[in-house]
Every structure is written in structure tokens, then in C-alpha cells.
């Protein structure tokens, strides 16, 4: 079995900063992307940003320029920067990955995590 464990979802304040962590772990042989959704009340899944395993990034145009993806291999983990936040970017974030687990052989790219709460308001 293979979990996605969010952290550092939270409550800020307009044009605060926030950093959301993911850990994988688990029976990983390898990981190929990695990402960030969003989802707000009322409103479908959004991609924010993604990250290939060299490092190779994709963000949102809603995003740009004020949120950065990062990953640490060694520790399977995937991190969201959100700098600049403002009260459109109040959502349930979720991380995602592509995965292959041990003795499978086949890529995956359903694994989530329980996503984190993120609350921008005055």
C-alpha cells in the first residue's frame, strides 16, 4: 500500500504565505510526477501545479508567479510555496502522484492524499 500524507494547510490572512508538504510512503518502487490540486466549494478539482521527477515544473496561470512546486526525492516528498495568497485561493488542496509500487510494474497516477484545508480571509 502506498499513502499521501498532507501537512501546513491553514488560516492566513490576505497576502500572507503558506508552505503545504507531502510525503509518500509505503511499498514505492519509483515516483514519477508529482502535484497539487485544489478544490473550492462549489467547484471542480483544479490542477495548481505539477512536478516531474527531474524537476520539470507546470503551473495553473492562476498561480504564477506567486506559488512554487518543489520536491525532495530522497524524502518522496512534494512542496507547495503559496506566497501573495488571496481569498480565490481559499480551497481543499490535495497532492498527487504517479507512482509504481514494488513488485507491480505498472504506473499509477491515482494516488492521493487526504488533501489539507487552506483559508485565506481578513
Known amino acids: 500500500q502506498v499513502q499521501l500524507v498532507e501537512s501546513g494547510g491553514g488560516l492566513v490572512q490576505p497576502g500572507g504565505s503558506l508552505r503545504l508538504s507531502c510525503a509518500a510512503s509505503?511499498?514505492?518502487?519509483?515516483?514519477?510526477?508529482m502535484g497539487w490540486y485544489r478544490q473550492a466549494p462549489g467547484k471542480e478539482r483544479e490542477l495548481v501545479a505539477t512536478i516531474s521527477s527531474r524537476g520539470m515544473t507546470n503551473n495553473a496561470h492562476s498561480v504564477k508567479g506567486r506559488f512554487t512546486i518543489s520536491r525532495d526525492n530522497t524524502k518522496n516528498t512534494v512542496y507547495l510555496q503559496m506566497n501573495s495568497l488571496n481569498v480565490e485561493d481559499t480551497a481543499v488542496y490535495y497532492c498527487?502522484?504517479?507512482?509504481?509500487?514494488?513488485?507491480?510494474?505498472?504506473?499509477?497516477?491515482?494516488?492521493w492524499g487526504q488533501g489539507t484545508q487552506v483559508t485565506v480571509s481578513s
Open positions: 498527487n502522484a504517479e507512482i509504481m509500487e514494488r513488485y507491480d510494474g505498472r504506473w499509477r497516477d491515482d494516488y
Open positions: 509505503g511499498r514505492i518502487f519509483s515516483i514519477n510526477a
